[in-house]
């Protein structure tokens, strides 16, 4: 079903061609769906970008390139008060679970470059890059079967 899908999708005007009908993607459809605010600082994810060994030690780490979820659940509901390190949590938990999910059963450590700053977490605009990263997954699909 997924190929399918992703063959009806059109990556010049961002729409899926579903049932006779085009469907565009885009900010506002992604903020009614989810609830996403769609304005706010661009969230540029660097695969190389610092991160400080407080975050980085912070985590159950696989290889210093990925923080299970299972040690994220874990200490997000052992966690007795809101500080920094649940809000890290909450949100790479987020980021990996519903805003850019993946097949792994870890976030990628180049999102913790991201929560380091709690203060910016608000400023971001959610909804461009969970939708960016539903159309760079649509398009690594494409190429990858040949659609």
Known sequence: MLIK????????NNSF????????VNLS????????????????VR??????NDLLHAYETLGENCVTFKSLETSILSSK??????????VLFTIGRLLAPATYYHVNAMY?????DVEKISK?????????????????LKDHVNL
């Open 81 to 90: 008060v809101p500080d920094d390190h649940f809000k890290w949590q909450f």
């Open 29 to 44: 459809y992604v903020e009614n769906i989810m609830g996403l605010p769609i304005f706010g600082e661009k969230i540029e």
């Open 112 to 116: 913790l470059a991201l929560v380091e």
């Open 5 to 12: 899908v992703a063959k009806g999708f059109n990556m010049e």
């Open 47 to 52: 695969r190389d970008g610092p991160i400080s």
């Open 124 to 140: 971001y605009n959610w909804g461009e890059f969970t939708m960016r990263h539903l159309l760079d997954c649509i398009s690594t």
């Open 17 to 24: 061609f579903i049932e006779g009908k085009c469907i565009p």
